[in-house]
């Protein structure tokens, strides 16, 4: 699947590992701005039947805002809730028993710092690719640390979009798109943000 990148909608947005009951207000106001390209819903702690309830929920919201809606780790919820795609990391299910389940849908990869897990991606088609971390994190522990000079050799190696993840707010975000990243995974600086609201956080982005 071709992914057309509409500059002023560069962020790729995930979502927390809790939902508060606030949320699906707050998503609503942060998906209004027009600033975000993809949602991928992350839940590491809730049981496959709550995860439908809650993917069914947002996809709903994430159609009325046209913005594309992905599953993490789990391309069998992902096809029962017809996303438009999921993600995985290198320990979940292979790219191609997921290719297998969801068609042309989009499928992208973790692929952290390393070149070779990135042409290995490339190479098994996947849609993009996402490396990091570039920055300290609150979503989770920073194991691999990326940077940009690792962006631009990535960039070389690749035709398929490149997402920037780990630590990225307000202050950081505009030298990774000068650096051709394509989109920026955006989850703390939103969600856990002590100082400001989603809506305002997500205001913070030009």
Known sequence: MKIF?????YIYL?????????????LKKVLSQKKIQFFQLRLKNET?????????KIKKICKFFRVKFLINDDPILAKIVNADG???????KDISEARKLLGKKIIGITCHNSIKLSKLA?????DYIAIGAFFSSKTKKVKYRASITLLKKVKKITKIPIIAIGGIDNKNYKKLLLNNADFLAISGYIWKNKKLKPLDAIKKFI
Request: hydrophobic letters at 25%.
């Open 48 to 56: 496959f039947k709550k995860k439908l309830i809650i993917a069914r």
């Open 5 to 9: 990148n509409n500059k002023k909608k």
């Open 86 to 92: 999921c993600h995985l990391g290198q320990k979940d």
């Open 14 to 26: 995930i979502s927390p590992n809790k939902l508060k009951h606030h949320f699906y207000d707050d």
């Open 122 to 126: 490339y190479s098994n088609s996947a």
